[in-house]
């Protein structure tokens, strides 16, 4: 992991350890069942069963008919700008454009990927969602590539208000990609 990731990702975790109280509600991947949540993080949770359930899969009927129940027309996402998919999204036509680029490289690692379960963090009507991500290895790509990421959402009037992706090394995980063909390689 190269230094400036570290450092991010580090600055990440202090900021989230220092201005979040971690919630008693933590979610474990192997937890037989949900304690109770705020609203707050029981809306961020619903929401990424929902999306991560098939949504994200680039129906844009499925998005329309399921969205206005997280976001508005007004919701704003940055995803980190060196992704295929990644940039500043608004509302429901975002997030449509949002699973058409991202929907055909997922597509092409599923198999390969696991998501840990979430942890929560919550102060006042911002939740931080942590999960990690691995990749498991392949003939491409042998050792497991396993990168932590946290968005924090901003909830307003019971619905997501924004969304910031951080992820701990986008440069890494893009390499990833790319050698397993699941984006063109990156260009030095």
Same mark, same amino acid.
């Given at each position: ?8 990702? @580090? ?20 937890? *037989?069942?949900? *304690? *109770?949540?705020? *609203? ?28 206005p ?5 007004? @919701? ?8 295929p ?13 949002? @699973? ?14 696991e998501?840990?379960?979430? @942890? ?13 991500l ?33 992820y ?21």
């Amino acid at each position: 992991m190269k230094l400036h990731n570290i450092r991010r990702l @580090t600055a990440a975790a202090a900021l989230s350890v220092l201005f979040f109280a971690p919630l008693d509600s933590t979610v474990a991947a192997d937890a *037989p069942k949900k *304690p *109770p949540m705020t *609203p707050e993080v029981k809306l961020v949770d619903d929401y990424n069963t929902w999306f991560l359930g098939g949504a994200y899969e680039g129906d844009v009927e499925k998005l329309k008919a399921g969205l206005p129940k997280y976001i508005t027309n007004q @919701t704003v996402l940055h995803e980190v700008a060196s992704l295929p998919w990644g940039g500043t999204l608004v509302g429901i036509p975002g997030w449509i454009e949002l @699973t058409q680029k991202s929907a055909p490289v997922f597509a092409k690692i599923t198999s390969l990927l696991e998501v840990s379960g979430p @942890t929560y963090y919550q102060r006042s009507n911002v939740v931080i969602h942590e999960i990690t991500l691995t990749i498991k290895g392949s003939p491409a790509a042998p050792e497991p590539f396993t990168m932590g990421l946290m968005e924090k959402y901003t909830i307003e009037k019971g619905r997501i208000k924004q969304i910031d992706e951080f992820y701990a090394d986008t440069a890494s995980f893009l390499e990833r990609l790319a050698v397993l063909g699941a984006i063109p390689p990156r260009k030095k």
